[in-house]
């Protein structure tokens, strides 16, 4: 198992890479998104959608656990940190293996319901407007899309 990792210097820069990952995405891709409050997961998610032609802005869904917007392909966008102690099967497997793209943040909170194969994303701060982004392809579909995109 290979982790890659791609440095940005502004959030532009961060929703430039997520739109070209979100370019090659395809459906029933699942990708879980970690990092500090602050590290640009909501950024990333943005730059995302526009790589699945998703026109809406993408906000983050803390407060509706998961959220669905229409392009390319749908995308679930997923804030998990409300299930905490819970035990709570929101019908998560027709989401990772439907028509769309899943975003899931907290995904630990979760970790029963992932599927084995899915695309590990870690984003941190190294400076003012520096980031790291490590991505961990799990499972060959993933390393595809990943080696795609760092060429
Ligand atoms: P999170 O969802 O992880 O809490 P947000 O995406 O909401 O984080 O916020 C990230 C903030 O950091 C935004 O204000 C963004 O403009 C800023 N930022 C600065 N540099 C970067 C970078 N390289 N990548 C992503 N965001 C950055
Ligand atoms: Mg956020």
Redesign the pocket.
Known sequence: MSVYHFK????E??MAFAEKLGSVLEKGDVLTLA?D???????FTKGLAKGLGITRTVN?PTFTIIKEYNGRLPLYHMDVYRLEDSDEDLGFEEYFSGEGVCVVEWATFIEEYLPKERLELV?SHIGE???EIQLTPLGERYEERVKEIMQ
């Open positions: 940005t210097k502004s959030a820069e961060t990092g409050l602050g590290a640009g997961k909501t950024t983050s984003i407007d520096e980031r």
